[in-house]
């Protein structure tokens, strides 16, 4: 069997920058196992498998998201990427819509300037961490921030007082890992004032459980940072800079329930995955 693939690099201004994703075009589905082999092969923070939806009313695609590790239920720039591959190849298509199995339906639209339009539900983090809890996460990360915010025990907000300091954070992955769910997403942020990348907030994003020391750029942690920027700053839309090795940058703006993030992308590699017999 030969199947599709791109490698789009997602939130991308530059060459070498934003968050690289497979995107693998299916007729029907494989069976878990061989999906999850398969992104393991590819060994990207994500492979987006999709598939025509048999209901068009509904959605168009139906799309799921696998780590080398782990399927997860939510996934932003693959989801970018996805949205990316199919309208660059049909352009006559203003917006794509995908039924997904965690996180309902999701689209990517066509925006301004080449950029992408992508609403993705709002995650805000409702539970302020107990002490105890923010005294492990300070020795996790290896300095102490301002606030900690949870999101049921799948996303940890820290936030910090200052862009330098979640710059120099030097994470003790194991130590994250024993904190919350074992897939848990722990996200450091700042605003960004003087950090030089032109955003208004910055941040960085660990997911060690799912075989993501440190994520490129991400679009799901972005679903709880929108929320709590947007409230702190008493404003609807912001800009944001994901300050990893590669970097992005993402727009922000609250709709409603929804997080509407742009960005652009850029298909770097296309081919064929061969999937032989044993």
Known sequence: MRIPFSQIDAFATASFSGNPAAVMP????????QLQAIAEENNLAETAFLRPHDNPAIAEFELRWFTPAVEVALCGHATLASGHLILDALPELPMVRFLTRQSGVLSVARGTDGQYEMALPALPAHTEAAKAMAAQLAAALGAEPAEVW????????????????????????????????????????????????????ISRVFVPGAGIDEDSVTGSAHCVLAPYWSARMGRESFSAYQASKRGGHIGCRMAGT?????????????????????
């Open 150 to 201: 949870l999101r049921g025990d799948q996303y940890c907000l820290a936030v910090f007082e200052h862009a330098h300091e979640v710059r120099a954070l030097k994470p003790d992955m194991k130590s994250l890992i024993q904190l919350l769910d074992p897939a848990a997403m722990f996200i450091a942020t700042s605003l960004g004032l003087g950090d030089g990348s032109g955003a208004q907030v």
């Open 26 to 33: 299916l007729a029907e589905w494989l069976p878990d196992a």
């Open 258 to 278: 929804q997080v509407v993030l742009t960005g652009r992308c850029r298909t770097v590699i296309e081919g064929e995955f061969i999937l032989a017999s044993a």
